[in-house]
């Protein structure tokens, strides 16, 4: 999905109206502020500008409801369907039912067509730093952990170690990938099967019972108690879960 924010070049802004006058006076007044304003004026024609691939796709819309053929909504909907890029929407109406359906139907911000420049472009640069947070937000969390922390138990996911305390411990490839499987479901049961199956995902040769094999052996580095548990607790025909100790 094409919802980039602008990187240290200029701001592509791509404008879907009928009104070239309009359209003109548009480019007039943002080009010198730091956008480049591409125009069309179909609706089919702005759908497929929109959701062009490739490293000119632009970073904002304008988007008039009022368009001959196919209106603003439909051609919102069509983008929507294919990228998530900031859109402010421009009715001559100022009708509340229109405003609320298109946001409904995925606009960002709304603008009636009697606006000042000054509001457009402190609008289209709001959407700009919405969609810019969003995309960071986003990029974070899809990101992996580089650590994951369980208590006094460290596990650095790229360096492949672990530290119980202050102590290192010296862990097997395969008591690492499932100790950090554990860990970085805390709070949640892992099952026999489901630990079974990344594990040969990892190309590890393991079986059924020797998954609690390595579980016991895990324990044992953690100074962990099967029956009283501070890390790994056994649930009865479930599996496994990693608790935070007290």
Known sequence: MNSAAPDSGR???LMIDDDKKL???VTTYLEPLGFDVAAVHTGPEGVERATA???GAPHALILDVMLPGMDGFEVLKRI???STVPVLMLTARGDETDRIVGLEVGADDYLPKTFSTRELLARLRAVLRRS???ATVTANAEAPPKEVVVGDLRLNLDARSAVLGAEPLVLTPVEFDLLASLAKAKGRIK???ALLDEARDRNY???DRSIDVHISSLRKKLHDDAKEPRFIRT???AGYMMVAPE
């Open 23 to 25: 359209c003109r006076l």
């Open 53 to 55: 691939p490739g490293p």
């Open 191 to 193: 099952s026999r099967e």
């Open 235 to 237: 649930v009865r025909s």
């Open 11 to 13: 701001t592509r802004l």
């Open 205 to 207: 040769d393991v079986f």
């Open 132 to 134: 810019a947070l969003n």
């Open 80 to 82: 929507r369907k294919k």
